[in-house]
């Protein structure tokens, strides 16, 4: 059997609507994760805990706006983090509208200042009991992106 006949076995959703039910399940997980106190938000404290506990880490979302592109620090940051993600089959997407995401994660329940929203690691709590329909959903998603050479499909989160 062919790499073709595979593909022409499965349908895959038609693109807007596959995009559509990521960025609802990515709301989700991202409320859940809140909720539950298993988010990390910010390079450095993301690059600090995969460091320290890649086990730990479930997803992986990148956020970077227009302006960001021509951030070369940030690129680079970028790069490694996914290269790390990549290393310990850790699910990677990309974002590019940072207001809504800080609308769904908030300002730091610290300090209340606004988080570095550039990224952001969902942790598992406890990896034999969480089980989150919202992240197995983005899981397939990632998983069918892979399959036609996407490697960091950027989502789009809902209205």
């Excluded at 593909?7 to 960025?23: I, L, W, Y």
């Excluded at 929203?117 to 992240?135: F, G, R």
Aim: contains cysteine; charged residues 25%.
């Amino acid at each position: 059997m062919t790499l073709e006949e595979i593909h022409s076995q499965e349908p895959v959703p038609e693109s807007s609507d596959r995009m559509q039910g990521a960025g609802k399940a990515l709301h989700e997980l991202l409320v859940s994760a809140q909720r539950r106190g298993g988010l990390t938000a910010g390079v450095y404290e993301s690059a600090k805990l995969m460091n320290v506990d890649p086990d730990k880490v479930a997803f992986c979302v990148l956020a970077a706006a227009e302006e960001d592109e021509g951030d070369i620090a940030l690129q680079i940051h970028f790069t490694l983090i996914q290269a790390f993600c990549c290393d310990n089959d850790i699910d990677i997407v990309r974002l590019h509208d940072i207001p809504k995401l800080a609308d769904i994660v908030g300002p730091s329940e610290e300090s209340g200042e606004p988080r570095d929203l550039h990224c952001i690691l969902i942790t598992n709590p406890n990896e034999d009991t969480w089980k989150d329909p919202a992240l197995e959903k983005l899981n397939l998603f990632c998983e069918e992106s892979r399959n036609v050479n996407d490697w960091v499909p950027t989502i789009t989160l809902p209205e």
